[in-house]
Structures are given as C-alpha cells and as structure tokens.
C-alpha cells in the first residue's frame, strides 16, 4: 500500500487493520506538538509556533483521509466523517464504527474490498439444513 495515498487522498477504501496501523503513528506524532501548542507553552518563538501549526495541519489532513477511506469500506459517504467532530459521540462513532465494524464484503461504490473477497452471490447467501440420522 503506498503511505502518501494512505495518508493524504481521499479515494478508496480502507481495512480495519490499516486504519489503525495508520492512525496509531498519526495520534503518536499529535499527542506532542497539542501539549507545544497548548496556551501555557506556547513562547515567543514563532517559527515553532508556524511549525506546530503546519505540523497539525497535515495531522488533520491525515486523519481526515484515513477516516474517509474507512467510511468509505463501511459503504458510507464522507459526509459522515463530520460525526467525528461531535463531542461525545465523535471518539465513540470512531472507535466503534471506523475501528471495529468490518468492512462491507466486496466491490462498492468506493473501489474493490481492500481484503480481496467478493460480492456475496445468491448461492452464498442459502443456508444448509443438514439432519443426521
């Protein structure tokens, strides 16, 4: 998988392992520069201050594409991307949508099942009834 589409386009779908192989570095690098950047640390050395500030730029960018692409495996539109900004219910959409549900089985509108399975057909979907005697 190539990291730039990863972390900076918003096309196609992402897999629940990859998202968090992805996000994990992403909060990783976030966590220091919010604590630089909080009101009590921040100084008078503006071109730290224009760093942080270019750094959380493209954390965000990241992290809205990788958010993107895993709404989009769960065949939803980006539009729900904006739950993410919500208190509360924001980090529990996340956790819950984005880091646990699978991803639908195979191609939608997004792009191919970044796990390679197939659409179910009907024959897939027929239960088996077995009765031993």
């Known amino acids: ?5 990863a972390l900076f386009s918003f096309k196609g779908r992402l897999r629940r392992r990859d998202y968090w192989l992805y996000s994990l570095p992403v ?5 220091p520069v919010f604590l630089y950047t909080s009101p009590s640390n921040m100084g008078n050395n503006q071109a730290l201050n224009i760093l942080a500030m270019v ?6 960018w990241a992290s809205l594409a990788l958010n ?10 980006a539009w729900w991307a904006l ?10 959409f996340v956790i819950v949508e984005l880091g646990m ?4 089985k195979g191609d939608n509108q997004y792009g191919p099942d970044p796990k ?13 009834i077995t009765i031993d005697m």
Request: net charge positive; no cysteine; hydrophobic share 40%.
């Open 83 to 92: 739950l993410t900004f919500v208190p509360l219910i924001g980090p529990a």
């Open 68 to 77: 993107i692409k895993r709404l989009h495996d769960r065949n939803k539109s």
């Open 116 to 128: 390679g399975r197939s659409t179910p057909t009907k024959d897939d979907k027929k239960e088996t």
């Open 1 to 5: 998988m190539d990291q730039k589409w």
């Open 27 to 31: 909060l990783l690098v976030t966590l």
């Open 55 to 60: 750094i959380l730029f493209f954390v965000f």
């Open 101 to 104: 549900l699978d991803g639908i």
